[in-house]
Nanobody, 126 residues
Framework: QVQLVESGGGLVQAGGSLRLSCAAS????????IGWFRQAPGKEREFVAA????????DYANSVKGRFTISRDNAKITVYLQMNSLKPEDTAVYYC???????????????????WGQGTQVTVSS
């Protein structure tokens, strides 16, 4: 089993920045892909960004490309999501997710991810 704990959410004005953290524990050696999803009220959960646990590949949703960056601190076994130039439409609960399946491409489907954190709220005011 893998445990994921997110932190770093909060309230920020449009144009501001936040950095989310996802601390992984347990059988982290089984993780193949780790990433972030978000869910706004009344909407489906959507893919934001993900990376291979090895750090070799990353993928981003078109809506966040150029503004968000996913990275990993190997020593802390923590994954970060640096969010810049935030917009009100970025407001959502952000979830960290991990997948242990070896796939040829990074999946953007939430159903492919085995492990989930509890989520952290990000609110961007206009």
């Amino acid at each position: 089993q893998v445990q994921l704990v997110e932190s770093g959410g909060g309230l920020v004005q449009a144009g501001g920045s936040l950095r989310l953290s996802c601390a992984a524990s347990g059988r982290t050696s089984s993780i193949y892909t780790i990433g972030w999803f978000r869910q706004a009220p009344g909407k489906e959960r959507e893919f934001v960004a993900a990376m291979r646990w090895s750090g070799r590949n990353t993928d981003y949703a078109n809506s966040v490309k150029g503004r968000f960056t996913i990275s990993r601190d190997n020593a802390k076994i923590t994954v970060y999501l640096q969010m810049n130039s935030l917009k009100p439409e970025d407001t959502a609960v952000y979830y960290c997710a991990a997948d242990s399946t070896v796939l040829s491409v990074i999946s953007t489907m939430s159903s492919d991810y085995d492990y989930w954190g509890q989520g952290t709220q990000v609110t961007v005011s206009s």
